[in-house]
C-alpha cells in the first residue's frame, strides 16, 4: 500500500464519494486511528458530513498528487468542529509533481539575456503550458536549443499573485506555420528557480486541474 504522506495543516480538496463538487480543508491532527479535518468550505458554504459518509480526498505530496477515498468515523469539538476520517486502505499516485503539465494560454513576457550593464527588452508573448519545471513559449522568432533567455509572469495562487522572473533554456523547437506567418514553439525549462517558487508554480497548477475537474 502507497504510504500516507499528510502532515498537520496540509491543505487538501475533499467530496463526498460520487459528487463531483470539491471542498477545501486542512488536516487538524493525525492519531493511531484515523485523521481528523477541518470543516470544508467552498465559497463559504461548508461540507456537512454523517458518520458513515464516504468521501474522496486528493493532496499534493512532496513529489506527487495522489487521491483516497475514506470514511466518515467521527467528529470532534476542540475550538472548531473537526471530522474524523479513516486512513485509506489504497492510496493512489496520480501523476509526478515534475511531470504534470497544464494546458493554458497565459501571457509570457520573454527576453534575450542582454550584455552586461544593459536592460533586459521583454517581449510579451504566450505560453502554451506549464509545469513546475518549465513552460511552452510561442514566439515570432527561432532560438537555437540550448539559447537561454529570460521569461516572467504572474500566476493567481490563493489570494494573491505570484510573480516570478526566471533563466529559461530552450529544449526543444518546433516551427509552426499558421496563417502563411511561421511562428515557433520553444519547449523550456526553468534555470536556477528555488524550490520554493517551483512549489508556488506547483499550487497554481493542481488547484487550476481541480476546478477544470469540477467543471467537466
Known amino acids: 500500500m502507497e504510504r500516507i504522506s499528510l502532515s498537520i495543516n496540509q491543505r487538501i480538496e475533499v467530496s463526498l464519494e460520487g459528487s463531483e463538487e470539491y471542498y477545501v480543508s486542512a488536516v487538524e491532527d493525525i492519531t493511531s486511528d484515523m485523521i481528523f479535518i477541518a470543516v470544508p468550505y467552498r465559497n463559504q458554504t461548508p461540507l456537512m458530513f454523517s458518520e458513515g459518509d464516504r468521501v474522496l480526498v486528493n493532496y499534493t505530496g512532496d513529489s506527487e498528487l495522489f487521491s483516497f477515498t475514506s470514511t466518515v468515523v467521527g467528529r470532534r469539538q476542540d475550538k472548531v468542529l473537526l471530522y474524523g476520517i479513516s486512513f485509506p486502505e489504497k492510496i493512489q499516485r496520480v501523476q509526478r509533481r515534475r511531470d504534470v503539465r497544464l494546458c493554458i494560454l497565459h501571457d509570457v513576457f520573454c527576453a534575450e539575456i542582454p550584455q552586461e550593464d544593459e536592460p533586459p527588452v521583454f517581449k510579451k508573448t504566450k505560453a502554451l ?88
Not at 526543444?172 to 528557480?193: A, T
Open 129 to 216: 503550458d506549464i509545469s513546475a519545471s518549465g513552460l511552452r513559449l510561442v514566439t515570432d522568432k527561432p532560438f537555437a536549443v540550448g539559447t537561454r533567455l529570460l521569461v516572467k509572469f504572474k500566476l493567481p495562487v490563493r489570494d494573491a499573485f505570484y510573480e516570478t522572473e526566471t533563466k529559461a533554456e530552450v529544449k526543444r523547437q518546433e516551427p509552426i506555420l499558421i496563417d502563411n506567418q511561421m511562428v515557433y514553439h520553444l519547449g523550456m525549462e526553468f534555470i536556477g528557480l528555488p524550490q520554493s517558487q517551483k512549489d508556488k508554480i506547483f499550487s497554481y497548477i493542481f488547484w487550476k486541474m481541480m476546478e477544470q475537474k469540477r467543471l467537466q
